[in-house]
């Protein structure tokens, strides 16, 4: 058990896209247990904007945010407003999945709370002295260990295979795959459930929404916990996605992954999908342990407490100050962006 300290203060939480609703929502929780404060800013015009909860605090503006005065600020994404108060926290959004720029410093975050022993180390080589780096597991994760109560709504007697691909134009599989989809939809006894990026195009979202039968669920959801535990197998491509399913020792189908490794099924033409999956539902032990070895360099803890370790260590961040940190890059462009964004043109 992680010791839980007495905490009164106060942290602020900076959201984009809605995937970092399931990454936040446990840190809100274990924040209230300790009796901090909890507030979000999302910017106006957000995909993220829908899926905020009535009971959940937000800050309408930057002035908002100066009155309210966090302690600590945490974001899932790369970039973060220098000019909000308190303790920057970058806790992530995926695993590494190979794709560019995956480790590089902008100079926006104090702190990365870091997943498991692979990610850790590659922070720790790039380390000038502007920041900290913990592993602290990763929180939305916490969730996977314990059965959702919304799962068994989505499980089937049949094979329950996800269909989760990224965004990226260049990495995406969503046209490649969709007449083979389409098509097994028509000839196996599966259960497709699609989840697609929170970026996903419209022509895209429409394509699969048309595929909705008996044999295929699209599915609009900020927590794919259900999802995750729900499914027997994943199919994708380079989304991070797959890493989280890896780590319920499930097999994992990818078409053209930027980096394929031993512990995923990948592929490379596109009518072979069928075979792969094929393979996917009847698994050999070898790949099981190509799985096993993958999860345990990603994420070794699996003890649901890796929220309680997040607060634990921003709160000793809080309380013992940065003060030891060598001052950070300017990188003009990008906090101007950041102000452009956001209609605040001030320095401070």
Same mark, same amino acid.
């Given at each position: 058990?992680?010791?839980?300290? /007495?905490?009164?203060?106060?942290?602020?939480?900076?959201?984009?896209?809605?995937? /970092?609703?399931?990454?936040?929502?446990?840190?809100?929780?274990?924040?209230?247990?300790?009796?901090?404060?909890?507030?979000?800013?999302?910017?106006?015009?957000?995909?993220?904007?829908?899926?905020l909860?009535?009971?959940e605090?937000?800050?309408?503006?930057?002035?908002?945010?100066?009155?309210?005065?966090?302690?600590?600020?945490?974001?899932?994404?790369?970039?973060?407003?220098d000019?909000?108060?308190?303790?920057?926290?970058?806790?992530?959004?995926?695993?590494?999945?190979?794709?560019? !720029?995956?480790?590089?410093?902008?100079?926006?975050?104090?702190?990365?709370?870091?997943?498991?022993?692979?990610?850790?180390?590659?922070?720790?080589?790039?380390?000038?002295g502007?920041?900290?780096?913990?592993?602290?597991g990763?929180?939305?994760?916490?969730?996977?260990?314990?059965?959702?109560? &919304?799962?068994?709504?989505?499980?089937?007697?049949?094979?329950? =295979?996800?269909?989760?691909?990224?965004?990226?134009?260049?990495?995406?599989?969503?046209?490649?795959l969709?007449?083979?989809?389409?098509?097994?939809?028509?000839?196996?006894?599966?259960?497709?459930?699609?989840?697609?990026?929170?970026?996903a195009?419209?022509?895209?979202?429409?394509?699969y929404?048309?595929?909705?039968?008996?044999?295929?669920?699209f599915?609009?959801?900020?927590?794919?916990?259900?999802?995750?535990q729900?499914?027997?197998?994943?199919?994708?491509?380079?989304?991070?996605?797959?890493?989280?399913?890896?780590?319920?020792r499930k097999?994992?189908?990818?078409?053209?992954n930027?980096?394929?490794?031993?512990?995923? =099924?990948?592929?490379s033409?596109?009518?072979?999908? &069928?075979?792969?999956?094929?393979?996917?539902?009847?698994?050999?032990?070898?790949l099981?342990?190509?799985?096993?070895?993958?999860?345990?360099?990603? !994420?070794?803890?699996?003890?649901?407490?890796?929220?309680?370790?997040?607060?634990?260590?921003?709160?000793?961040?809080?309380?013992?100050?940065?003060?030891?940190?060598k001052?950070?890059?300017?990188?003009?462009?990008?906090?101007?962006?950041?102000?452009?964004?956001?209609?605040?043109?001030?320095?401070k």
């Amino acid at each position: 058990m992680i010791e839980q300290t /007495s905490d009164d203060c106060r942290y602020l939480f900076y959201v984009v896209l809605s995937y /970092s609703f399931s990454i936040l929502r446990p840190i809100a929780v274990e924040i209230e247990k300790r009796g901090g404060q909890v507030a979000w800013f999302i910017p106006e015009g957000t995909e993220a904007e829908a899926f905020l909860a009535e009971s959940e605090n937000r800050l309408a503006d930057v002035n908002a945010v100066k009155a309210y005065n966090p302690d600590a600020v945490l974001a899932p994404g790369n970039y973060i407003p220098d000019f909000f108060p308190g303790i920057k926290v970058q806790v992530f959004h995926d695993f590494d999945n190979g794709k560019k !720029h995956r480790f590089t410093i902008r100079g926006f975050f104090d702190l990365y709370c870091t997943q498991g022993p692979n990610i850790t180390a590659e922070f720790n080589a790039r380390n000038d002295g502007t920041y900290d780096v913990v592993e602290t597991g990763w929180s939305k994760l916490d969730a996977l260990f314990t059965l959702h109560p &919304s799962t068994e709504q989505y499980k089937q007697e049949r094979p329950v =295979i996800l269909y989760a691909p990224t965004f990226s134009p260049k990495l995406r599989s969503t046209y490649q795959l969709f007449p083979y989809i389409k098509e097994l939809c028509q000839q196996k006894d599966w259960q497709w459930l699609v989840k697609l990026h929170p970026k996903a195009t419209q022509e895209e979202i429409d394509m699969y929404k048309s595929l909705e039968s008996e044999q295929l669920r699209f599915i609009e959801t900020d927590d794919i916990i259900p999802l995750l535990q729900a499914s027997d197998i994943i199919v994708s491509d380079t989304s991070s996605i797959i890493s989280e399913f890896a780590m319920q020792r499930k097999p994992v189908v990818a078409l053209n992954n930027r980096r394929p490794e031993p512990w995923m =099924i990948n592929f490379s033409q596109v009518e072979e999908l &069928s075979g792969k999956i094929e393979s996917a539902l009847n698994v050999d032990s070898k790949l099981h342990e190509e799985i096993h070895r993958y999860s345990n360099a990603i !994420h070794p803890a699996r003890d649901g407490e890796s929220s309680a370790r997040v607060v634990h260590t921003i709160e000793s961040k809080i309380k013992s100050g940065i003060g030891h940190l060598k001052k950070k890059p300017l990188n003009l462009l990008r906090r101007l962006k950041v102000r452009r964004k956001l209609k605040y043109y001030h320095w401070k």
